[in-house]
């Protein structure tokens, strides 16, 4: 079971270097074994819509909830002290700490291409790396 980072779902739709890779992950992980936090769908509304891709969210969060069944967690309040912990003992951000937290809780493998993971104890994995053998 995977928690897809934002950086995931970016390196697609801003048309980054490892997009093939992303999208390969997407298409190939069966989405009941997919979770998305939140935070990064909020994220991920933010970015989008600064980039005038409203379209492209919505068609995301279709694709995701409506058609798929990708998984949706939410972290409740009674967790921030949780959250602050993770922030302070890795040195992390907010939204980087929340996605750690989260992958910690539910005991999800987080997929990423922020390397702000690799100083972590759980670390993050390369959605390249998932993929099978062609």
Same mark, same amino acid.
């Given at each position: 079971m995977y928690l897809v980072d934002t950086s995931v779902f970016l390196e697609i739709f801003l048309r980054r270097?490892?997009?093939g890779e992303a999208k390969r992950f997407l298409? @190939? *992980?069966p989405f009941?074994? +997919?979770y998305v936090t939140d935070l990064s769908l909020h994220t +991920?509304?933010?970015i989008l819509f600064k980039q005038n891709m409203q379209t492209a969210?919505?068609?995301l969060l279709n694709d995701l909830f409506k058609k798929g069944e990708v998984w @949706?967690?939410?972290l409740g309040t009674d967790? *921030? %002290?949780k959250i602050v912990q993770i922030a302070k003992k890795y040195n992390l951000n907010y939204v980087s700490a929340y996605q750690y937290a989260a992958a910690e809780l539910y005991d999800l493998t987080l997929v990423s291409y922020d390397k702000v993971y690799d100083q *972590? %104890? @759980?670390r993050s994995k390369l959605p390249g790396t998932l993929l099978p053998e062609e």
């Amino acid at each position: 079971m995977y928690l897809v980072d934002t950086s995931v779902f970016l390196e697609i739709f801003l048309r980054r270097e490892q997009s093939g890779e992303a999208k390969r992950f997407l298409s @190939r *992980t069966p989405f009941n074994e +997919l979770y998305v936090t939140d935070l990064s769908l909020h994220t +991920l509304g933010i970015i989008l819509f600064k980039q005038n891709m409203q379209t492209a969210y919505f068609q995301l969060l279709n694709d995701l909830f409506k058609k798929g069944e990708v998984w @949706r967690v939410q972290l409740g309040t009674d967790l *921030t %002290d949780k959250i602050v912990q993770i922030a302070k003992k890795y040195n992390l951000n907010y939204v980087s700490a929340y996605q750690y937290a989260a992958a910690e809780l539910y005991d999800l493998t987080l997929v990423s291409y922020d390397k702000v993971y690799d100083q *972590t %104890d @759980r670390r993050s994995k390369l959605p390249g790396t998932l993929l099978p053998e062609e």
